[in-house]
Nanobody
């Protein structure tokens, strides 16, 4: 069984930064791709970023490319999402997810465990 716990969300002003963390339990973390998704009320969960099992390859949604950075520390079983130059449209609940394998995926069906989510609110 794997548990994912996100932290680091909060309320910031446009242009500011936040760093989200996702701590994972279980022995499969270092062999698994990890991803970040976000969701707003009434909308489907949206892909944000993904990283492969060893951190060598990352992919981003066009809407966050150049502003967000995903990284991981396998020694700490933790994945991060550094979010810079935040915009009001980044406001959402952010979820981390563990991939079914080691290769990064953009679709939610490529992930088998999800965290409970952390709220990010960006005011204008």
């Amino acid at each position: 069984q794997v548990q994912l716990v996100e932290s680091g969300g909060g309320l910031v002003q446009a242009g500011e930064s936040l760093r989200l963390s996702c701590a994972a339990s279980g022995r499969t973390f270092s062999a698994s791709a990890m991803g970040w998704f976000r969701q707003t009320p009434g909308k489907e969960r949206e892909f944000v970023a993904t990283i492969d099992w060893y951190g060598g390859n990352t992919y981003y949604a066009d809407s966050v490319k150049g502003r967000f950075t995903i990284s991981r520390d396998n020694a700490k079983n933790t994945v991060y999402l550094q979010m810079n130059s935040l915009k009001p449209e980044d406001t959402a609940v952010y979820y981390c997810a563990k991939g079914r394998g080691g290769l990064p995926r953009q679709g939610p069906d490529g992930y088998d465990y999800w965290g409970q989510g952390t709220q990010v609110t960006v005011s204008s």
